[in-house]
């Protein structure tokens, strides 16, 4: 039976489930499910209307994903489309919870067809806020069960931008810049035809919007699928389990990206994968 550090919150009926469920993939699922049934259902806040939104998909070694950039007057969002799509059902009713678990079992992700795979990426437990009238980006992580939050002032990146490379994306014709941001070379693609000085992650300060980037080559690309200004949700802050987050410093943070983990309910060590942000 796995410890009380993991299993105080949890009602009789889930820790005897968990008792009989003792798979690694089975046991991480039933954390979040277990977590789901004792909690309290989520509420989310509007911000404020979208007057623009972009879709990426996203291209890593192992996995695949897709992020959603939300952008408003004052205010932009960038969340990955699968994994809010989970926290939603979750914290829906049984139903959709056992929507989640079937997909879940359904994955494998050692499978040569990517798309049977999990989706997943570096960032796909981050939502990000960027807040134009305090100059703020803010960062939502839930990873690992540890829901931690920092704030820093919305980074800039210095741009080398290459007018006579094009490229065009969505229709759209699109020039080349490259920058070093936190550890990493990050190549992309952005189009005037969007004066919107916005992309993917962090990414912003260029003449338009990027519809591609690339970091370190192959470490993770993203690129825009489509581009909606019309039948948009609004800006939103989703808090699908209505969790408390845990304030820390963006190095603090960092740190803690980068410990090696004990995965739950055994005693196997594993590395820290790599992640987007170096330094």
Same mark, same amino acid.
């Given at each position: 039976?796995?410890? +009380?550090?993991?299993?105080?919150?949890?009602?009789?009926?889930?820790?005897?489930?968990?008792?009989?469920?003792?798979?690694?993939?089975?046991?991480?699922?039933?954390?979040?499910?277990?977590?789901?049934?004792?909690?309290?259902?989520?509420?989310?806040?509007?911000?404020?209307?979208?007057?623009?939104?972009?879709?990426?998909?996203?291209?890593?070694?192992?996995?695949?994903?897709?992020?959603? =950039?939300?952008?408003?007057?004052?205010?932009?969002?960038?969340?990955?489309?699968?994994?809010?799509?989970?926290?939603?059902?979750?914290?829906?009713?049984?139903?959709?919870? +056992?929507?989640?678990?079937?997909?879940?079992?359904?994955?494998?992700?050692?499978?040569?067809?990517?798309?049977?795979? =999990?989706?997943?990426?570096?960032?796909?437990?981050?939502?990000?806020?960027?807040?134009? /009238?305090?100059?703020?980006?803010?960062?939502?992580?839930?990873?690992?069960?540890?829901?931690?939050?920092?704030?820093? *002032?919305?980074?800039?990146?210095?741009?080398?931008?290459?007018?006579?490379?094009?490229? /065009?994306?969505?229709?759209?014709?699109?020039?080349?810049?490259?920058?070093?941001?936190?550890?990493?070379?990050?190549?992309?693609?952005?189009?005037?035809?969007?004066?919107?000085?916005?992309?993917?992650?962090?990414? +912003?300060?260029?003449?338009?919007?990027? =519809?591609?980037?690339?970091? *370190?080559?192959?470490?993770?690309?993203?690129?825009?699928?489509?581009?909606?200004?019309?039948?948009?949700?609004?800006?939103?802050?989703?808090?699908?389990?209505?969790?408390?987050?845990?304030?820390?410093?963006?190095?603090?943070?960092?740190?803690?990206?980068?410990?090696?983990?004990?995965?739950?309910?055994?005693?196997?060590?594993?590395?820290?994968?790599?992640?987007?942000?170096?330094?």
């Amino acid at each position: 039976m796995p410890s +009380n550090r993991y299993t105080g919150g949890l009602c009789s009926i889930c820790k005897s489930v968990l008792m009989v469920f003792c798979g690694m993939k089975r046991c991480y699922l039933l954390v979040i499910v277990c977590t789901v049934i004792s909690g309290v259902f989520a509420q989310n806040r509007t911000i404020e209307p979208a007057i623009l939104e972009v879709c990426y998909e996203s291209w890593e070694e192992a996995h695949d994903d897709a992020y959603i =950039l939300r952008v408003g007057k004052t205010t932009n969002q960038f969340f990955s489309v699968y994994r809010n799509r989970t926290d939603s059902l979750l914290n829906t009713n049984e139903t959709t919870l +056992n929507m989640v678990w079937q997909e879940f079992q359904e994955t494998d992700d050692k499978s040569a067809d990517r798309s049977k795979r =999990l989706k997943s990426s570096t960032i796909n437990r981050e939502l990000l806020y960027q807040d134009l /009238t305090t100059g703020k980006l803010s960062l939502y992580s839930n990873y690992a069960s540890a829901y931690n939050t920092y704030e820093e *002032d919305i980074p800039t990146q210095e741009w080398t931008i290459d007018t006579d490379s094009t490229m /065009t994306i969505l229709g759209m014709e699109c020039h080349y810049a490259k920058t070093k941001f936190r550890g990493r070379e990050w190549k992309v693609w952005f189009t005037e035809e969007i004066p919107v000085s916005l992309g993917p992650w962090k990414l +912003n300060g260029l003449p338009g919007l990027i =519809l591609k980037a690339t970091a *370190d080559d192959d470490f993770i690309k993203l690129t825009a699928v489509s581009v909606k200004t019309e039948g948009i949700d609004p800006v939103t802050f989703y808090n699908w389990g209505k969790n408390n987050y845990y304030k820390m410093t963006r190095e603090k943070f960092l740190k803690y990206k980068n410990r090696p983990r004990t995965i739950p309910y055994s005693d196997k060590v594993i590395s820290a994968k790599p992640y987007i942000e170096l330094e």
